[in-house]
């Protein structure tokens, strides 16, 4: 009788689990996609910082980046002002031309409507944060000198 018990309960916490991570929504990182009919008007939202990786589906470089720029966007979300993209060179070429990309991945800052910086370091999370931080903090300095 307690073996029948037993695997009772155990399929019975499974099919619970089961159903409750298919009920939840899934959480995703804050990591917009850019097109043709976006990517101009977004990198030049005023008083905001765009940092975007540039990829294509093919790129083993791009393909080993695994989870990064999505666990970079859940890293950033709630940072006022910084806003993650990403660009897919494969379907977005007249972008890709545009923002004068070679290789595969690239990481680059964009402040009303201009590229600001390229990411050339390590591809970890906190360094990505650190840098795009550090270069949204020298955009205000500008601003306020300007102003």
């Given at each position: 009788m307690d073996l029948v018990l037993t695997r009772y309960l155990c399929l019975s916490s499974i099919?619970?689990?089961?159903?409750?991570?298919?009920?939840?929504?899934?959480?995703?990182?804050?990591?917009?996609?850019?097109?043709?009919?976006?990517?101009?008007?977004?990198?030049?939202e005023k008083d905001t910082v765009w940092f975007v990786k540039f990829c294509v589906p093919w790129c083993k470089y791009c393909k080993n980046l695994g989870t990064l720029w999505?666990?970079?966007?859940?890293?950033?979300?709630?940072?006022?002002?910084?806003?993650?993209?990403?660009?897919?060179?494969?379907?977005?070429?007249?972008?890709c031309s545009k923002a004068d990309i070679h290789s595969y991945p690239t990481f680059k800052v964009f402040y009303d409507g201009e590229e600001v910086a390229k990411y050339k370091g390590k591809r970890d999370v906190e360094l990505l944060k650190n840098f795009v931080l550090e270069e949204a903090e020298k955009v205000a300095e500008k601003q306020l000198a300007r102003e």
């Amino acid at each position: 009788m307690d073996l029948v018990l037993t695997r009772y309960l155990c399929l019975s916490s499974i099919l619970v689990f089961s159903l409750l991570s298919v009920s939840l929504p899934q959480t995703r990182a804050e990591v917009i996609t850019l097109t043709a009919e976006t990517f101009t008007d977004k990198i030049k939202e005023k008083d905001t910082v765009w940092f975007v990786k540039f990829c294509v589906p093919w790129c083993k470089y791009c393909k080993n980046l695994g989870t990064l720029w999505e666990d970079f966007g859940k890293e950033m979300e709630g940072e006022d002002e910084i806003e993650i993209g990403e660009v897919d060179c494969g379907l977005q070429k007249e972008v890709c031309s545009k923002a004068d990309i070679h290789s595969y991945p690239t990481f680059k800052v964009f402040y009303d409507g201009e590229e600001v910086a390229k990411y050339k370091g390590k591809r970890d999370v906190e360094l990505l944060k650190n840098f795009v931080l550090e270069e949204a903090e020298k955009v205000a300095e500008k601003q306020l000198a300007r102003e």
